[in-house]
């Protein structure tokens, strides 16, 4: 009876060991592919699943969105500039069994292969497009790696550069390019206010023009802005200032003729002068006695 009962006892221990590992659980977001002396004969979904011990062979895959960062890699563009690109990628099992049998390691295979995509793809390009244009690159290196890895039974969701390394020369010389950029917009934005200044400037001359009384109030308040401030500074508006000029040419011309008057009149006074002196000589000539010597006797006529 004690060999009866060592051996049922024996053979419940091997039964309750058979039993655990016949029983696997998988998770939610795994699939299991059965093999079965080696060969696959099914995908066990999620769940509690049996297989034969040591028969059968059970590998779990994961179906969750991996995230796999990309190293940063020494790259030179298209125009011989050398930077350090780093990236990162998104990708998850779409085929469990491609997952398992096609490839020995997915995330290892797919990091390779992601470094030397992201390589050629931006040293086809240029650092401007490279900086500008990473929706394009991204886009690129995703389509190439879906084709790479669709026989892994893996799909790539995303990838994205993460870090764009610059040497400091480059960096710079960049910077002195967005600096001369932006005086340049600077520039140009100046100039069109001066443009826009201009025109209004003309539209209220031209009111001005029609409003003569407009541009004396301005000119008061122009004055009225000024005094403010209660300094010793004293502001001519131009009108005032083209008003005392037309004052002081008219004084001068008041003064030439002035002038011109006296000096006819000095002109007339002397030539009657001189008349009245030749009308007084005349008159002592003629009235001025004459007298002749003859030759006998002396007489006065």
Known sequence: MTVVWIVLSVVAALAVVLLAMSMHVVDQYEKGVLFRLGRVIAVREPGLTFIIPFVDVLRKVSLRIVTMPIQSQGIITRDNVSIDVAAVAYYRVADAVKAVVAIEN??????????????????????????SETETINGAIREIL?????????????VELKDIQLPESMKRAMARQAEAEREKRAKIIAAEGEAAAAAALG??????MQHPLALQLRNLQSLLEIGVDKNTTVVFPAPLMSTIGDLGAFLQRETAAAEAVVSQASVGSANGSVRRGQARGMTSAATRPRWSRSARSSTWR
């Open 106 to 131: 997915v995330a290892a295979a797919i990091n390779q292969i992601a470094q030397t995509t992201l390589r050629n793809v931006v040293g086809r390009s240029t650092l401007d497009e490279t900086l």
């Open 146 to 158: 879906d084709v790479a890895t669709a026989e892994w039974g893996v799909v790539v969701t995303l």
């Open 203 to 208: 539209d209220a001359s031209d009111t001005m």
